[in-house]
């Protein structure tokens, strides 16, 4: 199941990750995908906003790999950047979050795509233009269908 929306700057981007928040449970993962600058870290923001984190906390994990958020649910999120395959993964025990009570949110997910699990919401960010993005959900199981559907009722 598939939803398309075209964000119009990091306000709408934000609040599209908050909204989609409003839709997660405890051990939901969502895999984010996009180049650099296209609104993976705006969207986690809005996430965390929605997840009811102190909005102070929330930065890039590019450097630390991992920034765990306490809130309604407490959010992970991750950065795969710099990492390479599923031996640096193992180092930084992602499977070990993946069995909590909380939600992983991944960004650059897409350089080691094999270590998700199927019931995995990926979301794709594009650039349209110097504000525009198109943010693409997709939901290949469970969990990831039940957000996706929840965002086209909400339109």
Known sequence: MEATFLSHGPEETEGLGQGVAELLAPGDVLALCGELGSGKTC????????????????????????????????????????????EDLELIGFWEYLGQEAVVAVEWADRIPQAFPSDTLWVHFSLVGEREREISFRGEGEAGRRVVEGLLRKG
């Open 43 to 86: 969207f986690v923001r809005g996430m965390a906003r929605g997840l009811e984190v102190e909005e102070a906390l929330v930065a890039s994990p590019s450097f630390t790999l991992v920034n765990e958020y306490p809130g309604r649910i407490t959010l992970y999120h991750m950065d795969f950047y710099r990492l390479r395959d599923l």
